[in-house]
């Protein structure tokens, strides 16, 4: 398993400013993932972030409003950029780990954004 | 393509009473079925995962689910549900061997009567 955390926990942003939300994972992973959780809705993926190589991004996101870094293998950052009250959502980190049963997620608390 | 339909966005039931929590999956290939679980203001927890092995899955905290491909379902279930089990429920799917690409459903919120 991993232990995943995020800062902030929560913040609330004015329209047009950035946010950039931070992902630390207590052990060096391979493949780090994004979600987008708008309020009572379920869990849509924002981007794949592989440490060494550009980020994936899903249908929908684009890398200049959501730009991602990935500098280690503990370690990625997203920036929500030029926000709107339409970006109001919670903002997850994962991470992918192998285990004895194969392939499995571990997620973080999450980043509540609230946008005026 | 896979696709994950959570029938019901919220259920509710009674403290002691059984919890059935409805999930149906659309796939091409035999996929790996998981169940997660959000309580308020954190992040997601695995409950359990069904992965080509055996169909009756025993998760964390009482839960279970049992793969059936007939059906195209991975119904989560507990016998007696009790308060500490009010939360968010979230069933997902993957292609096989590859567990880290989550489709998700919509989502169930559970609803503990005293």
């Known amino acids: 398993s991993a232990v995943i955390s995020q800062k902030p926990s929560r913040d609330i942003c004015q329209r047009g400013t950035s946010l950039t939300i931070q992902c630390q994972v207590d052990?060096?992973?391979?493949?780090m993932f994004w979600y987008r959780q708008q309020p009572g809705q379920s869990l849509t993926l924002i981007a794949t972030?592989?440490?060494?190589?550009?980020?994936?991004?899903e249908s929908g996101f684009v890398i200049d409003k959501f730009p991602i870094s990935r500098p280690n293998l503990t370690f990625s950052t997203l920036t929500v950029s030029n926000m709107s009250p339409e970006d109001s959502s919670i903002y997850l980190c994962?991470?992918?780990?192998?285990?004895?049963?194969?392939?499995?997620?571990?997620f973080g608390p999450g980043t509540r954004l609230t946008v005026l | 393509a896979q696709s994950v339909t959570q029938l019901g966005s919220h259920v509710s039931v009674s403290e002691g009473a059984l919890v059935l929590l409805r999930c149906n999956y659309s796939s091409s290939v035999p996929p790996y079925l998981f169940w997660y679980v959000q309580y308020p203001n954190q992040g997601l927890q695995l409950l359990l995962k069904?992965?080509?092995?055996?169909?009756l899955v025993k998760g964390i905290n009482g839960f279970e689910a049992e793969f059936k491909k007939s059906e195209t379902s991975f119904h989560l279930t507990k016998p007696s549900a009790h308060m500490s089990d009010a939360a968010e429920y979230f069933c997902?799917?993957?292609?096989?061997?590859?567990?880290?690409?989550?489709?998700f459903g919509g989502g169930t919120r559970l609803m503990v009567k005293p």
């Open positions: 994962s991470v992918g780990l192998t285990g004895t049963l194969g392939d499995e997620q571990f």
């Open positions: 972030a592989n440490q060494g190589s550009e980020a994936t991004y």
């Open positions: 069904y992965t080509s092995a055996a169909t």
């Open positions: 997902a799917v993957s292609p096989p061997y590859a567990g880290n690409m989550l489709t």
């Open positions: 052990s060096q992973v391979t493949m």
